[in-house]
């Protein structure tokens, strides 16, 4: 009964491909993220939703596109992958608006563009 | 623009020894500060969360602390073990749910 789940763990893909990573949360949150961790082990944030809709779009390329079908599922598919997209992708989650809130991660998907 | 900064970015102690991790922003407007920690090849796992209203926060061996108007926060861990072990990041939350963290401390606890 994981609290957030991500698919898959690992993905590994040629240069040009299109690919998509999913994510579910089971905790009832009404916001969710996404974060990119680069290879010096930053995190930085990419999207948020909060109740489907799009909060916070961090000058992410439109190759990336975020999708909400429902509160629980936040996925992202990327278009054209590039060798630079290569990184981990976290998903979060959080309870509800406003800004007090413990985000709760998701296990990570490891993405290899080759 | 928010800036978290963490020193020591790399930490070796003896199992048993009490340390502190710190963790420093350049904007004193935050909603809260969360330590996480984050083993290799795994997920974050939140710690502590602590509001821009309070000044402490303690679980087990853990407290943290902050001090907005110096932009300042701390992990203490008391009696350190092996298992403590991993990255520990700090991030804070400046509102409009934007979180922005430190590169991390690597921790290691040798028995």
């Known amino acids: 009964d994981t609290a957030v789940s991500q698919t898959p763990k690992y993905l590994v893909t040629q240069m040009g491909n299109d690919k998509s990573i999913k994510c579910e949360q089971n905790?009832?949150?009404?916001?969710m993220y996404w974060y990119k961790q680069d290879s010096k082990k930053f995190l930085k944030i990419m999207f948020s939703?909060?109740?489907?809709?799009?909060?916070i779009n961090e000058t992410v390329p439109n190759r990336f596109s975020p999708k909400s079908p429902d509160k629980a599922h936040l996925n992202l598919h990327i278009n054209s992958l590039e060798l630079g997209d290569s990184a981990v992708y976290f998903c979060?989650?959080?309870?509800?608006?406003?800004?007090?809130?413990?985000?709760?991660f998701g296990p990570g998907t490891r993405l290899l563009v080759l | 623009k928010q800036e978290v900064t963490q020193i020591p970015a790399a930490l070796s102690v003896p199992e048993g020894e009490n340390l502190v991790l710190n963790c420093s922003f350049t904007?004193?407007?935050?909603?809260?500060l969360q330590w996480f920690r984050q083993d290799p090849g795994k997920g974050l796992t939140s710690l502590l969360l602590?509001?821009?209203?309070?000044r402490e926060q303690t679980s087990g061996r853990l407290n943290a602390s902050l001090d907005k108007s110096s932009g300042r926060s701390t992990l203490y861990i008391a009696a350190s073990q092996p298992g403590d072990s991993a990255t520990y990041l700090c991030?804070?939350?400046?509102?409009?749910?934007?979180?922005?963290f430190g590169a991390g401390t690597r921790l290691f606890v040798k028995a």
């Open positions: 979060a989650s959080s309870q509800d608006f406003g800004n007090q809130e413990t985000q709760y």
């Open positions: 905790l009832g949150h009404d916001t």
């Open positions: 939703y909060n109740n489907k809709e799009l909060i």
């Open positions: 904007d004193s407007a935050i909603y809260n």
């Open positions: 602590i509001q821009s209203s309070q």
């Open positions: 991030a804070v939350n400046t509102g409009g749910f934007k979180t922005i």
